[in-house]
């Protein structure tokens, strides 16, 4: 264990998304040497050169402060750094196939790339979101690529899932709830344990498994916090029918220890790269291995019926049709703190507007560009704006899809000035039916029943 002191072990992350970025630029924070390599020679250079290719609260300042400290550096020569690295950290992307099973094939072009190129003891560590039994199978890839060069070297495959939330990720690498190392080596587990060694001065728990449950941790933590969204969601619609307030059923059931009140506010449905695609891909795991999971493949049913109901909501309210009605929408990434639209409640919403022959006009104060290359297609129809006030102007309808804190002390009177229509769809429950109704609007949130305006029955 020499070689491997705490002051000496150098870091190498494969893959520089949002995963494998925020990893190393955390682990340099903490002192490590990290080296970070991509096949995207373009990403490269402009990490190189200090720009970073994401949104992250905060992450500007580390990244500057660690690239000064010359404790990080970026390169497309794989080779090199499995060679200089000590530590490897497979942060590649997992993305879902058509099935919704997960596309491992960049895992498994890292393993034999690690297989060609290890040139003494290392340890890979797998940080992808990855099916159970992929760190059998990338320590199997990785033994193939030895032996095809005659090559008998000592390595070890860890399994490390992360558990990051976007907009909140740097104080989630500090102050995680847990770290799970998932490995049958002792001499594995020390090493993480020292990498992972700052996290002792937060008292941050330890859980060490195998690699299968540590795979299983992650797929069924993503799961049950989906299931608990789609469940409310489910209260919500039951709420708007028989008169009940989802509020208040969501505070009641979140006062019980036994549930909490985290991931109980309803709204327009889940999105972001986690809880799609893994819900997605543990249904898959499941069938593949003769257990089909029945809530989680509700789950999946549950949340795309929940984005319909938002357009349902706006139909409703516009019986002669939505032909040439402009709808402002506020909100495009899917949460707030990020410039991430994947899977974003947006995406469904604006199109499926769209078909209604509606015009859109759309502000998101990060995540606007990344939404013009997910409806690139759309764009003769769609009008980005620069700020709230703006999107509204004209507009028939407001929908707050995203809760970002500028929508939650809006001027409703201006609001209310400036548009030409008077429905405003609070699709993230952040303000009270009264004190958008007083201003002269039709208020409807989710999961409450709305007040139909005199002249739509």
Same mark, same amino acid.
């Given at each position: +264990?020499?070689?491997?002191?705490?002051?000496?072990?150098?870091?190498?992350?494969?893959?520089?998304?949002?995963?494998?970025?925020?990893?190393?630029?955390?682990?340099?924070?903490?002192?490590?040497?990290?080296?970070?390599?991509?096949?995207?020679?373009?990403?490269?250079?402009?990490?190189?050169?200090? %720009?970073?290719?994401?949104?992250?609260?905060?992450?500007?300042?580390?990244?500057?402060?660690?690239?000064?400290?010359?404790?990080?550096?970026?390169?497309?020569?794989?080779?090199? /750094?499995?060679?200089?690295?000590?530590?490897?950290?497979?942060?590649?992307?997992?993305?879902?196939?058509?099935?919704?099973?997960?596309? /491992?094939?960049?895992?498994?072009?890292?393993?034999?790339?690690?297989?060609?190129?290890?040139?003494?003891?290392?340890?890979?560590?797998?940080?992808?979101?990855?099916?159970?039994?992929?760190?059998?199978?990338?320590?199997?890839?990785?033994?193939?690529?030895?032996?095809?060069?005659? +090559?008998?070297?000592?390595?070890?495959?860890?399994?490390?899932?992360?558990?990051? %939330?976007?907009?909140?990720?740097?104080?989630? $690498?500090?102050?995680?709830?847990?770290?799970?190392?998932?490995?049958?080596?002792?001499?594995?587990?020390?090493?993480?344990?020292?990498?992972? =060694?700052?996290?002792?001065?937060?008292? &941050?728990?330890?859980?060490?498994?195998?690699?299968?449950?540590?795979?299983?941790?992650?797929?069924?933590?993503?799961?049950?916090?989906?299931?608990?969204?789609? $469940?409310?969601?489910? +209260?919500?619609?039951?709420?708007?029918?028989?008169?009940?307030?989802?509020?208040?059923?969501?505070?009641?059931?979140?006062?019980?220890?036994?549930? =909490?009140?985290?991931?109980?506010?309803?709204?327009?449905?889940?999105?972001? =790269? *986690?809880?799609?695609?893994?819900?997605?891909? /543990?249904?898959?795991?499941?069938?593949?291995?003769?257990?089909?999971?029945?809530?989680?493949?509700?789950?999946?049913?549950?949340?795309?019926?929940?984005?319909?109901?938002? &357009?349902?909501?706006?139909?409703?309210? $516009?019986?002669?049709? !939505?032909?040439? %009605?402009?709808?402002?929408? !506020?909100? @495009? =990434?899917?949460?707030?703190?990020?410039?991430?639209?994947?899977?974003?409640?947006?995406?469904?919403?604006?199109?499926? @507007? @769209?078909?209604?022959?509606?015009?859109?006009?759309? #502000?998101?104060?990060?995540?606007?560009?990344?939404?013009? !290359?997910?409806?690139?297609?759309?764009?003769?129809?769609?009008?980005? *704006?620069?700020?709230? #006030?703006?999107?509204?102007?004209?507009?028939?309808?407001?929908?707050?899809?995203?809760?970002?804190?500028?929508?939650?002390?809006?001027? /409703?009177?201006?609001?209310?000035?400036?548009?030409?229509?008077?429905?405003?769809?609070?699709?993230?429950?952040?303000?009270?039916?009264?004190?958008?109704?007083? +201003?002269? $609007? #039709?208020?409807?949130?989710?999961?409450?029943?709305?007040?139909?305006?005199?002249?739509?029955?």
């Amino acid at each position: +264990m020499g070689e491997f002191n705490l002051n000496s072990i150098r870091i190498g992350i494969i893959g520089t998304g949002y995963v494998g970025l925020m990893n190393g630029l955390g682990l340099a924070d903490f002192g490590f040497n990290v080296t970070c390599g991509d096949v995207d020679g373009c990403k490269i250079n402009g990490l190189s050169e200090g %720009r970073l290719p994401i949104y992250e609260p905060g992450l500007g300042e580390v990244f500057e402060r660690v690239l000064g400290l010359e404790r990080i550096r970026f390169t497309c020569d794989i080779e090199t /750094l499995v060679k200089e690295s000590h530590v490897i950290f497979i942060c590649v992307g997992t993305p879902p196939k058509k099935d919704g099973s997960a596309d /491992l094939k960049y895992v498994w072009e890292v393993a034999r790339d690690i297989g060609k190129y290890i040139d003494s003891y290392k340890v890979v560590v797998d940080k992808s979101t990855v099916p159970v039994g992929t760190a059998r199978k990338v320590r199997e890839k990785i033994q193939k690529e030895l032996e095809a060069r005659g +090559m008998k070297i000592d390595f070890d495959v860890v399994s490390n899932p992360e558990f990051l %939330r976007e907009g909140k990720a740097l104080h989630d $690498f500090t102050h995680p709830d847990r770290v799970i190392i998932g490995s049958d080596s002792q001499k594995a587990t020390e090493i993480m344990k020292k990498v992972f =060694s700052p996290l002792k001065l937060n008292e &941050v728990p330890f859980v060490f498994t195998t690699p299968e449950t540590a795979e299983i941790i992650k797929y069924a933590s993503n799961a049950f916090l989906a299931t608990k969204i789609a $469940f409310i969601n489910e +209260m919500a619609t039951l709420c708007e029918t028989v008169g009940g307030d989802v509020k208040k059923v969501s505070k009641a059931m979140g006062m019980d220890g036994r549930i =909490s009140d985290k991931f109980l506010h309803p709204g327009p449905g889940y999105g972001g =790269s *986690c809880f799609p695609k893994d819900t997605r891909a /543990l249904a898959d795991i499941a069938r593949n291995n003769g257990s089909e999971s029945l809530v989680i493949s509700s789950v999946i049913k549950s949340n795309e019926r929940q984005k319909m109901r938002m &357009v349902e909501k706006v139909k409703r309210a $516009f019986p002669e049709g !939505l032909e040439s %009605r402009k709808i402002a929408v !506020l909100g @495009l =990434s899917f949460k707030p703190e990020t410039d991430d639209v994947r899977e974003s409640p947006s995406l469904v919403i604006i199109p499926e @507007l @769209l078909k209604c022959g509606a015009l859109i006009k759309a #502000y998101d104060p990060k995540g606007i560009p990344q939404t013009k !290359l997910a409806l690139q297609n759309f764009e003769s129809r769609i009008t980005y *704006c620069e700020d709230e #006030y703006e999107t509204c102007k004209d507009a028939d309808a407001v929908l707050i899809v995203t809760d970002w804190n500028q929508f939650r002390s809006m001027d /409703l009177s201006k609001i209310r000035e400036i548009m030409k229509g008077d429905w405003f769809f609070d699709l993230r429950n952040i303000y009270t039916p009264e004190e958008v109704e007083k +201003m002269g $609007f #039709y208020y409807e949130g989710v999961g409450t029943r709305r007040k139909e305006p005199g002249n739509i029955e």
